[in-house]
DNA sequence: CTGAAAGCGCTAACAG
DNA sequence: CTGTTAGCGCTTTCAG
């Protein structure tokens, strides 16, 4: 183990274990002369400091807890591979654990990571509900929600435009010419997914189309969920020429459903998503999407984290970012 | 910040904070009595043992540190789910870095993960040649390499027999009728890789088959590199009728550049991967592939690193598991 | 410019 | 059974 510590170098650099640190923290009041001999003797013994140490005294730790569902969703490790290179990039490592779709498991991460005094808390949350659960926590460590909309709660959150991205996905499919459109998936406990729907019921009232819903009872919106959702709407005849999916997990789903029904997409049936996941662009998928910027939401969440952890006093702030519709071939276009 | 420390819960309850510290790490030197009183208050008070600190004086951080390639590809985030879902069971955090295929840079985030003392390190590594470039880094804290074989290196790791599953896969094609199979993806600096082509050249000699093998010389098995690779030896006419992917992610590639070149899997051309990555059971994919037991895996080199943790002096140990083949329908028999 | 010393919050001897 | 005390390795006053 690195058992050198900052003693063994002053002691053999000949000096007192505080002008080691200040030769290493680029402290100004140390010559110049020394520094270079100590920076010097550090790396000959191998000396690395000890984060643990530092910590104690700065009451720092320049961790960043971040909560997800479930690492293994793509849009999650998509989310956490921005978060974690750019996390570094500004000197903070990520402390990563899955709460698993489930409330007493997310506080209970929570404070785990409060008692490791991590710096502060990034949060793809289980639920709206997550918030009334967390608020005494998130009072007590800078938070940051991504994709969940706090709307009105005084948290800090980003997100895109849910509402806006969806009326959007309404909209295209009514420009080509579908006039039944099925919206699959919307979760119960969900603000965002509350958002997303209100987006494509206010396209339809304002397209005049009659809009269906598929609720979603499940707290996750996965593969297996879009295609049972999928499976019980296509035991009976429908008329809809589209559905629209409250993201893409679901509307893969969807085609997995649909193939074993023998319902060809698009031919048979226009398809479209929400998130544009990586595996959304493949070919043999290659879905029509609404694209979340996952970077940029990333960054966000980040320089809006490091802002609350150097001021954390400040009132809360929210980003929201815009979604953009990402055209590829789940669609087609058919006659009035 | 939960200011309330172990003094100022002594204060309150009348007692020295050695007691308070007894009552909470479960003690037995201490009375029923003043214990429940002690709990009873530090509940109240709100107070959570500060990890940091804890750490500093038992030298033990109860932190894992993982390194993945990038944590966005399928294996890898679903070997994290599992590691993190475990270690918490097992009193650990994950710190989760990317190493984002580069091998200055896993080194880099291999030392900071010693600087911040984590009790170990799970490493998913960029190549064969991390050994080298880590080895004066691994002799210092406990590590396990997963995936990639260090077979004769005075390494733990765990993995699958990657030769024995790439055997299984060129005998199930073999069993198909196929005399004809290319081995797609083979990279260069990679033992896991290498132990694989060998499991597929093996086959072919013992089955009197000509091998056929496209390198990769990309760092990484993406669906890109698959789409590159396949892209390239479509443009001129090929004779073989089946193709087995290193990867999953490879042969997603291919599916796309067969799709756009107008080749239907399964029934003009047979595809086979490795390692099992959930999209792959997904109708529209449907790849059959040689499982890697995920969570198997994750366990396996959990237990095989905390036990590492508590006799570093242990001598090195090896777990190999054994991959299983997955019948889907990307491969179909054909006549002699 | 450099050294001495206090202390971060906790655990673990060592006394009583 | 409980209190006292000495650090863990580091940063940071405060003196010199």
Redesign the pocket.
């Given at each position: 183990m690195g058992?050198?510590?900052?003693?063994?170098?002053?002691k053999v650099a000949?000096?007192?274990?505080?002008?080691?640190?200040?030769?290493?923290?680029g402290?100004?009041?140390?010559?110049?002369?020394?520094?270079k001999r100590v920076v010097r003797i550090c790396e000959e013994m191998g000396?690395?400091?000890?984060?643990?140490?530092?910590s104690?005294?700065?009451?720092r730790t320049n961790i960043i807890g971040l909560i997800v569902t479930s690492i293994d969703n793509p849009f999650m490790s998509e989310m956490t591979a921005h978060l974690e290179i750019y996390a570094r990039k500004c000197g903070y490592n990520l402390m990563v654990c899955n709460s698993s779709y489930d409330l007493n498991l997310e506080k209970e991460v929570f404070s785990l990571l409060m008692g490791r005094k991590v710096d502060g808390i990034i949060l793809i949350p289980v639920g709206n509900e997550s918030y009334d659960s967390l608020k005494n926590l998130t009072a007590q460590v800078p938070t940051v929600f991504i994709g969940e909309n706090m709307l009105d709660l005084p948290e800090n959150y980003v997100s895109v435009d849910n509402t806006n991205g969806m009326q959007q996905a309404t909209e295209y499919l009514y420009s080509l010419g579908h006039r039944s459109i099925l919206y699959l998936g919307a979760r119960e406990k969900s603000m965002t997914h509350q958002l997303r729907v209100d987006g494509y019921l206010n396209a339809c009232k304002k397209l005049g189309i009659e809009p269906n819903v598929i609720r979603n009872s499940d707290p996750r919106s996965s593969f297996r969920v879009g295609y049972a959702l999928a499976k019980a709407h296509f035991e009976t005849p429908f008329s809809e020429t589209a559905i629209l999916c409250a993201a893409d997990t679901l509307a893969i789903g969807v085609i997995q459903a649909a193939y074993e029904k023998g319902i060809r997409i698009p031919r048979d049936l226009s398809l479209m998503g929400f998130d544009n996941i990586s595996f959304s662009a493949l070919p043999p998928i290659d879905l029509t999407t609404v694209n979340q910027p996952k970077q940029e939401l990333a960054v966000a969440a980040l320089d809006m984290l490091i802002n609350r952890i150097k001021k954390p006093e400040a009132s809360h702030t929210k980003t929201i970012l815009s979604p953009s519709l990402v055209i590829r071939n789940s669609c087609r276009a058919i006659g009035d």
């Open positions: 058992v050198v510590t900052l003693k063994d170098v002053a000949g000096v007192s274990y505080a002008t080691v640190s200040r030769a290493l923290s402290s100004p009041e140390i010559g110049e002369s020394t520094r000396y690395t400091p000890n984060s643990v140490a530092r104690m005294v700065m009451k």
